[in-house]
């Protein structure tokens, strides 16, 4: 078994009735194909950045679950040809193990010293000599 994600771009005309039922369609070939149905997010109607079949917006769907490969071609294939499913993209989920890491001892945290630009030091203005008078 596999696990996939699909995000499913509907018609946002369509019916939740409608919607329910695409969703519900996908989950039946899935469990009907050994796999398993791990969640359903519904994230709704969204903006879309250009326009689909002269949609502005769209009906966004994410779907989670687990099959053999032959079943997300079924899969892929019945959203092709369902009407109301404007978009739909099918990607593998990798759920990599963490590596183990070693506990690392914190130092106690310091405030960062701000360093200031070097600045050129000041010159004292050119001062004329003063004139020595000489005795006499």
Avoid: C
């Amino acid at each position: 078994m596999t696990e996939y994600e699909i995000l499913l771009l509907l018609d946002p005309d369509l019916s939740e009735a409608r919607q329910s039922e695409i969703v519900s369609r996908i989950r039946e070939n899935v469990e009907r194909g050994g796999g398993t149905w791990d969640g359903h997010d519904v994230w709704g109607r969204r903006k879309l950045a250009y326009e689909i079949a002269h949609k502005p917006e769209g009906f966004y769907h994410l779907l989670l679950f687990s099959s053999t490969p032959e079943v997300l071609d079924e899969i892929t294939r019945v959203l092709r040809i369902t009407d109301g499913v404007l978009r739909h993209m099918a990607v593998r989920r990798h759920s990599a193990p963490q590596p183990e890491r070693e506990p690392v001892a914190q130092e106690p945290e310091q405030e960062p010293v701000a360093e200031e630009p070097e600045q050129e030091p000041e010159q004292e203005p050119e001062q004329e000599p003063e004139a020595v008078q000489e005795p006499g």
